[in-house]
């Protein structure tokens, strides 16, 4: 097991072109824990301030024989940097010290090798390494074939590494071709929810927010929680009953992260496409985390990226009992400010997506016979039934509620109205 590895030493680079300095360091405190995810050893970080990266070698040359320095006295064997790096920097740096060279979008891809379980999750990631790999081929022949024991050298293995360009373009090809399959079954059985008309729901939101706490408590499921970034990568989709009965489908989804590489994005399009079939989006906030503000628009501008826009949105600020001291909850959208932790909250919680629900359903009075009880069943599994009582005079149940026009039950109901 990885755990029982012994933990690379590792060194961080950053170069921060802007004036603020708050949003730099929490990109570089983030860069330390996704290092710390990866099972690695942060020996120093290393900083600089200039008006733009080096083309050549990120940081300038003064910074280089730094780093170098560095290298060699605390005999680490791997550096790695806050942004993407381009090949020719790569191939640079590396020609100037003992060790190996990463970058962000390197690490975050190891990270998601670690993570991923399930067949569509382990592809997904081979296919996302594989075209950051490509067009970084030319040129790293000697240093590509050393790879194969640390960060950033996981996934599709050492053979895969060292094959030529056409290998590497068929592999790709060969793992669309799979993946198309997967997303295909993936379709069908979203046709088939949208058909049985049920509610959706979606959890999303920064990575390490508290998700799947949240997702295991609203369910009783089982998803893998810790208290680390990328904790969940295959998406998992339960079901929640909520206080009047009603059955909704919920889904925990991967953690979204500042810069998260575009070639993820695309490779998780398809488990991404979950959120995008929502009816309801619970945006999940760490109101404990000094950089709550960034990660809530992070997580909001990748959600408009994925054209979610129309889908009714609920913003959850996770954590209320650690709140950080300058936490002001957005007004952008409904909120809440809970703790996953927190019994009553998540009643609360589930009272507060019933009551966004009623907002999209249409109410209705019945008057149903008695002789009807497969429909009375369905009035107390399938709408949000608020009122159900025994006319014993007339031999009937009056039911009040709320529906979805869309729902088959809609039509079957009509002929039960209750006419004004």
């Known amino acids: 097991m990885e755990q029982n590895q012994e933990r690379e030493k590792v060194i961080l680079v950053g170069c921060q072109t802007t004036e603020d300095d708050l949003p730099f360091q929490y990109s570089m405190d983030e860069l330390a824990s996704l290092t710390k995810t990866a099972n690695a ?11 733009r990266v080096d083309h050549s070698t990120y940081i300038g040359r003064g910074k280089v024989e730094e780093l170098v320095a560095l290298v060699d006295e605390l005999e680490a064997k791997l550096v790695i940097f806050n942004d993407e790096l381009s090949p020719s920097q790569v191939r640079n740096l590396a020609a100037k010290m003992d060790a190996r060279i ?14 991923a379980q399930s067949k569509e999750g382990k592809l997904q990631v081979e296919l996302a390494q594989l075209q950051y790999l490509l067009p970084r ?3 790293q022949g000697t ?14 293995g050492e053979t895969k590494l060292e094959a030529d360009r056409r290998h590497i373009r068929n592999r790709i090809h060969d793992i669309k071709t799979q ?13 088939r929810r949208k058909k049985n008309r049920t509610f959706q729901v979606s959890i999303a939101g920064y990575t390490n927010a508290g998700k799947s706490t949240l997702f295991n408590r609203l369910t009783e499921a089982t998803s893998f929680e810790e208290n680390q970034l990328f904790a969940t990568l295959d998406p998992l989709t339960k079901k929640c009953i909520l206080p009047s009965g009603f059955t909704i489908l919920m889904s925990d989804t991967v953690g979204f992260i500042q810069d998260l590489p575009t070639s993820l994005i695309a490779a998780f399009r398809s ?10 989006i619970l945006h999940v906030v760490d109101s404990s985390n000094p950089d709550y503000f960034q990660h809530e628009e992070t997580v909001n501008r990748l959600l408009t990226e994925l054209e979610t826009q129309q889908i009714p949105q609920l913003t959850v600020y996770n954590k209320k009992d650690a709140q950080h001291d300058d936490f002001v909850p957005s007004t952008r959208n409904e909120s809440l400010q809970i703790s996953a932790l927190n019994v009553n909250d998540s009643e609360r919680l589930k009272l507060t997506i019933e009551a966004k629900m009623i907002e999209m359903m249409q109410p209705y009075h019945v008057i149903v016979p008695s002789t009807e009880g497969k429909l009375l069943s369905q009035l107390k599994n399938e709408t949000i039934l608020r009122e159900l009582f025994f ?11 709320y529906t979805f026009v869309d729902h088959p039950i809609y039509g079957q109901i009509q002929q039960f109205l209750i006419k004004r």
């Open 102 to 115: 990463i970058d962000r979008t390197q690490l975050i891809l190891d990270i998601f090798a670690q993570r």
């Open 271 to 280: 488990t991404l496409e979950e959120v995008k079939e929502a009816d309801l």
């Open 391 to 401: 006319d014993e005079e007339k031999q009937m149940y009056v039911c009040k509620g």
């Open 137 to 139: 081929l030319g040129g």
């Open 143 to 156: 240093q590509l074939s050393r790879l194969g024991a640390g960060i950033g050298t996981r996934g599709p």
């Open 179 to 191: 993946l198309s399959g997967i997303v295909e079954h993936r379709e069908r059985y979203r046709e």
């Open 41 to 51: 050893q942060v020996l120093t970080t290393l900083t600089q301030k200039r008006e």
